[in-house]
């Protein structure tokens, strides 16, 4: 059964920073997109960052992390990472992971690329 399983999330301050997980299990295929998106109290979930699952891995972000956030993945440990430095508190808001099994060689941020989802980790930027 595939599934997907975030963690990391937290309580952090202004400018700190946090390395959220996402592992992936279940899959047949080594080729997968993975996504992350977030969703802030109140409003609509938005596309943050992606990587795609051939050609090196390449990778997406959205404009208001691009510069803070970082997506990498370690296929030996069907882990995606992202790594979230200098945030904000509008950065708040549950993480959720995606995957697109699909072996394409670019990633976006459209939710309706993708056919799994986690179940979300809440981070929380205050001070």
């Known amino acids: 059964q595939l599934q997907l399983v975030e963690s990391g999330g937290g309580l952090v301050q202004p400018g700190g920073s946090l390395r959220l997980s996402c592992a992936a299990s279940g899959f047949t295929t080594p080729y997968y997109v993975i996504a992350w998106f977030r969703q802030a109290p109140g409003k609509e979930r938005e596309g943050v960052s992606c990587?795609?699952?051939?050609?090196?891995?390449?990778?997406n972000y959205a404009d208001s992390v691009k510069g803070r956030f970082t997506v990498s993945r370690d296929n030996a440990k069907k882990t995606i990472y992202l790594q979230m430095n200098s945030l904000k508190p509008e950065d708040t808001g549950v993480y959720y992971c995606?995957?697109?099994?699909?072996?394409?060689?670019?990633?976006?941020?459209?939710?309706?690329?993708?056919?799994?989802w986690g179940q979300g980790t809440q981070v929380t930027v205050s001070s």
């Open positions: 990587i795609s699952s051939i050609g090196g891995s390449s990778t």
């Open positions: 995606a995957a697109r099994p699909r072996p394409v060689l670019g990633c976006n941020l459209g939710e309706s690329q993708y056919d799994y």
